[in-house]
Nanobody
Framework: QVQLVQSGGGVVQAGGSLRLSCAAS????????LGWFRQAPGKEREFVAA????????YYTDSVKNRFTISRDNAKNTLYLQMNSLKPEDTAVYSC???????????????WGQGTQVTVSS
């Protein structure tokens, strides 16, 4: 079992920045590939970013490339998502996830954080 507790998020103006954190407890953090997903009202859950167990490789959906950065600190059992140059279309509930392999599909992740709202005003 892994418990994921998210922090960060909130309301920011377009062009601003936010950092999301996802702290893990339970099983060994470094065993898991990690990802971030988001869901806007009335839309399907969408892949945002993923990172391999070692942190050596990262993946992003096209719409956030060069704006968002996923990272992990295995010593602190924490996953991060640094979001810069935020746009109103980034508004969504963001969730972190942990699973056995790095994938862009939510079905590949077994454990989920509680979700946190990010609102970008224009």
């Amino acid at each position: 079992q892994v418990q994921l507790v998210q922090s960060g998020g909130g309301v920011v103006q377009a062009g601003g920045s936010l950092r999301l954190s996802c702290a893990a407890s339970g099983r060994t953090f470094s065993w898991f590939a990690l990802g971030w997903f988001r869901q806007a009202p009335g839309k399907e859950r969408e892949f945002v970013a993923a990172i391999t167990r070692s942190g050596g490789t990262t993946y992003y959906t096209d719409s956030v490339k060069n704006r968002f950065t996923i990272s992990r600190d295995n010593a602190k059992n924490t996953l991060y998502l640094q979001m810069n140059s935020l746009k109103p279309e980034d508004t969504a509930v963001y969730s972190c996830a942990a699973g056995g392999r790095t994938t862009t599909g939510p079905e590949g992740y077994d454990y989920w954080g509680q979700g946190t709202q990010v609102t970008v005003s224009s």
